[in-house]
């Protein structure tokens, strides 16, 4: 041992456990926590100091909330100042009392409401503010990469998803959740020269309706989708047969990532530039006929002109 010195044996008959923080009863006999309770009760020492006997008077210290139905105590009394009888936190303002009418009771509710509104307000306005000044760096070269870095830490703080993966392998994105379970209309582009430019696209900052989430970057993209519908409470049915599937889409453009594929790891799909942390990312069922329909080389884009 390293310090074979420290601490002492228990003298409770069978137990001689080493203890680091021993207690001495007066007889001068050392024991554990467990067993100098034990010594103490057994009546065997009489130097041993007796057990100390909490009296509460019978509930008499407690004082019981006189709300109907309310069996909380406090140890402290408030009382109404209405009806003089002890509330607890809960009921301070309570509806029973006869002395307090429906104005004095609105009053009352709007001092508790009036703070907790100011904050989701002032939140709100500190979030919105936020927004604009990240849309605005982004359309500044030099500061694009600032602006992506605090619209990612931003979806890290509210980040949910399984708590088994570990946080070296996480990556984050804010997902908008399907509006219903219709397929969506899809442009199919085979010709390489028609897609968008994402240059001429801007990034829209605004999390409003979507639901920061984290993924596993080593799972394969139909793992993936599996884990954001259970973390968002969407319907999937992936699979089983029917005629539509989930599908991740990007909605900076609309392209869908990997239609075909769901065995890509995510990983991979960030480093070919398809995803990047931090990604806006649209949830969305489109048609299984349209899916088995296309190739491994064709590009898929939502129709926003029509949802």
Avoid at 242 to 265: A, W
């Amino acid at each position: 041992m390293e310090f074979p010195d420290l601490g002492e044996h228990c003298e409770y008959e069978n137990c001689n456990q080493t203890d680091f923080l021993p207690l001495q009863c007066k007889c001068k006999k050392v024991f554990c926590r467990v067993h100098f309770n034990d010594h103490c009760h057994s009546g065997k020492c009489e130097l041993a100091p007796k057990p100390r006997e909490i009296n509460l008077k019978n509930d008499d210290d407690i004082y019981r909330c006189s709300y109907e139905g309310c069996k909380k105590g406090n140890l402290h009394e408030m009382l109404c100042n209405k009806c003089n009888k002890h509330y607890c936190i809960e009921h301070r303002f309570h509806v029973t009392c006869p002395e307090i009418d429906d104005e004095t009771m609105a009053f009352k509710i709007e001092q508790l409401e009036a703070p907790r509104r100011q904050f989701r307000e002032a939140n709100k306005h500190l979030q919105d503010k936020i927004t604009e000044n990240i849309r605005k760096a982004l359309q500044s070269s030099a500061k694009v990469k600032t602006a992506s870095k605090i619209h990612l830490m931003r979806i890290k703080q509210k980040a949910i998803g399984p708590k088994a993966v570990p946080p070296k392998d996480r990556t984050y994105f804010a997902i908008r959740k399907p509006t219903n379970t219709e397929a969506k209309s899809v442009k199919i582009v085979n010709d390489m020269e028609n897609l968008v430019d994402l240059g001429t696209v801007s990034l829209d900052p605004d999390l409003k309706d979507t639901v920061p989430i984290f993924i596993n970057a080593n799972w394969s993209l139909g793992r993936a989708i599996d884990s954001v519908c259970d973390t968002c409470n969407i319907t999937n049915n992936n699979n089983k047969i029917g005629n539509t599937k989930l599908r991740l889409f990007r909605q900076l453009d609309g392209y869908c990532i990997s239609p075909v594929k769901m065995d890509v790891e995510v990983q991979e799909l960030i480093k070919n530039e398809l995803l990047l942390e931090g990604d806006k990312l649209v949830m969305e069922y489109i048609s299984t006929d349209v899916l088995n329909s296309l190739d491994d080389t064709a590009q898929v884009f939502l129709n926003q002109e029509q949802n």
